[in-house]
Nanobody, 125 residues
Framework: QVKLVESGGGLVQTGDSLRLSCTAS????????MGWFRQAPGKEREFVAA??????????GHPARGRFTISRDKAENTEYLALQMNNLQPDDTAVYYC????????????????WGQGTQVTVSS
């Protein structure tokens, strides 16, 4: 059974840092692009960052550039994805989702095959 589970969300203050983690299991994700998206209330799901299979390349969405870093690691049949978020701002408040895509780096949620349940990040001003 394929499962993506996010963790690390919480309530922080403006300027703080937070590290989100995602554990992906149930199949091999070695060649999958792994990505982070976020969705704030009343808004569409937004691309944050992605990293291609084997960590060959990264792609950062507009909200992530200059502040966030994406990384991945692997142990046996489990893929570990991380999103280091620095200098958080109230606009970063959203539910953050981990996802896996078999079509390469992409900004479009519809291209992702597997999704986690999300983890809430709240940044207070």
């Amino acid at each position: 059974q394929v499962k993506l589970v996010e963790s690390g969300g919480g309530l922080v203050q403006t300027g703080d840092s937070l590290r989100l983690s995602c554990t992906a299991s149930g199949r091999s994700f070695a060649t999958y692009t792994m990505g982070w998206f976020r969705q704030a209330p009343g808004k569409e799901r937004e691309f944050v960052a992605a990293i291609t299979g084997l960590g060959a390349a990264t792609d950062l969405g507009h909200p992530a550039r200059g502040r966030f870093t994406i990384s991945r690691d692997k142990a046996e049949n489990t893929e570990y994805l991380a999103l280091q978020m620095n200098n958080l701002q109230p606009d970063d408040t959203a539910v953050y989702y981990c996802a896996a895509s078999n079509v390469g780096s992409t900004w479009y949620p519809s291209s992702y095959d597997y999704w986690g349940q999300g983890t809430q990040v709240t940044v207070s001003s």
